[in-house]
């Protein structure tokens, strides 16, 4: 079964930087693609930056040049470093793993999610 754990969540100054972590069990942060994506109080949830199985990422409209996405292939975990951070960047915070499985001669693509960490930048 896979899990995935946020930690890091709180509340910051404007201009701030701020680093989550997501605690992986059950699949590989190497193997599959991974991200982070946020959700705002009345908005649709949003991609803001992932990182496929082969290392490149893809970056969300909005954090482009301030949020990084790393992966600790040891200790099965993916951070997400956000520098010079924006009251717009209050959100709660979503991990997400599209993990592969090979299921009777087929190839399946599912979705797991954490439960969030809520940022929260004051201005």
């Known amino acids: 079964q896979v899990q995935l754990v946020e930690s890091g969540g709180t509340l910051v100054q404007a201009g701030e930087s701020l680093r989550l972590s997501c605690a992986v069990s059950g699949a590989s942060v190497i193997d599959n693609d991974m991200g982070w994506y946020r959700q705002a109080p009345g908005k649709q949830r949003e991609l803001v930056v992932g990182i496929s199985s082969a290392g490149s990422p893809k970056y969300g409209d909005s954090v482009s040049g301030r949020f990084t996405i790393s992966r600790d292939n040891a200790k099965n975990t993916v951070a997400l470093q956000m520098n010079s951070l924006k009251p717009e960047d209050t959100a709660v915070y979503y991990c997400?793993?599209?993990?592969?499985?090979?299921?009777?001669?087929?190839?399946?693509?599912?979705?797991?999610w954490g439960e969030g960490t809520q940022v929260t930048v004051s201005s």
């Open positions: 997400n793993a599209k993990v592969i499985k090979y299921e009777n001669l087929m190839v399946y693509q599912y979705d797991y």
